[in-house]
Every structure is written in structure tokens, then in C-alpha cells.
């Protein structure tokens, strides 16, 4: 009987080992490229003394390491010196990161004055060759055409 149970055992780990999937949890990867926001629709409503509580759905489109085309949604308050900041997510459906695609979501904060704008963002995979997708974002500055910089370092959990 112990010999039949340690035969199983070994076939048992050996199964395992082999459905294991190919590209394996690694280290973290840095993942560059550009993305371009569109317009969207964005609404606001007076705080009062000139500041603003806004509401801002947009498309982006991410070319280089990351592609496809996200929706974000954000929150933030623009105030009289023109400055802002907000809390928003972004889901991308369809998309590819190195090379895998899947779906992804990302919670970020925003803040700027004018045309600077910074953010931080969480990235987690959510599905297909996404699903363990885990990484950490920021704003790279935006290039001589207007379309913004990113940055990502990335790791995949399995």
C-alpha cells in the first residue's frame, strides 16, 4: 500500500510540473510606450468660490509595450488656480502587455495645474494572460506631439 501511495504521489507531482503554465511568475519588467486621451465627456458642478467638483469618462490609446484602448473615469476638483487633483480607474478590455493580452484595471490618482499632469497608478490583471498581472504605473512626461509617456513596472504573479 506505501508503495502504491508514493507511486501516486510521484505521478501526482509530475502532473502538477507539467500543467504548470509556461510562462512563469518572474521578476519585474519596466513596460514604456505612449498613450493619447480623447476628450470624453466630463461634467462639473460649482463647489463654490470658483472651485469645481468634476466627473471625466475618456478613451486612451496605448501604443509600445502596452495596446489596445481603455475607458477611464475620474473624479477630481479643479480649483480656481487652475490647479487639480482626483482618484480614478481605468479598464482596458482586449488589451496586450508584453506581449499577453487580457483585460486590466487600474486605480490612480491624478494631480496638475494647467496642462501638467502627473499620476500614479495600481495596474491589476484581471483576465485572459492578464489574470496576475500586478504593477505600478507613473506619468514619463509627454513627447513633442502631445501624446503622454508611460511607464509601468510589472510582474506577473503566475
Not at 486590466?104 to 499632469?117: D, I, K
Not at 490583471?125 to 506619468?139: E, Q, V
Amino acid at each position: 500500500m506505501r508503495r502504491v501511495l508514493t507511486i501516486l504521489a510521484c505521478v501526482a507531482m509530475l502532473v502538477a510540473a507539467t500543467a504548470a503554465p509556461a510562462a512563469a511568475a518572474g521578476p519585474p519588467t519596466l513596460v514604456t510606450g505612449t498613450r493619447i486621451s480623447l476628450m470624453g465627456s466630463l461634467a462639473c458642478s460649482d463647489l463654490g468660490g470658483g472651485n469645481e467638483l468634476c466627473h471625466w469618462e475618456y478613451p486612451e490609446f496605448y501604443s509600445g509595450d502596452i495596446t489596445g484602448t481603455s475607458l477611464n473615469t475620474v473624479d477630481f476638483v479643479r480649483r480656481t488656480d487652475g490647479s487639480f487633483q482626483g482618484r480614478g480607474t481605468e479598464v482596458c478590455t482586449g488589451c496586450t502587455i508584453a506581449g499577453r493580452t487580457g483585460d486590466f484595471e487600474a486605480l490612480f490618482v491624478v494631480r496638475g495645474s494647467g496642462t501638467s499632469v502627473t499620476w500614479t497608478a495600481t495596474l491589476i490583471g484581471l483576465s485572459g494572460d492578464l489574470a496576475g498581472l500586478r504593477g505600478h504605473g507613473w506619468s514619463a512626461g509627454y513627447d513633442a506631439a502631445g501624446n503622454e509617456t508611460y511607464a509601468y513596472k510589472i510582474h506577473f504573479t503566475k
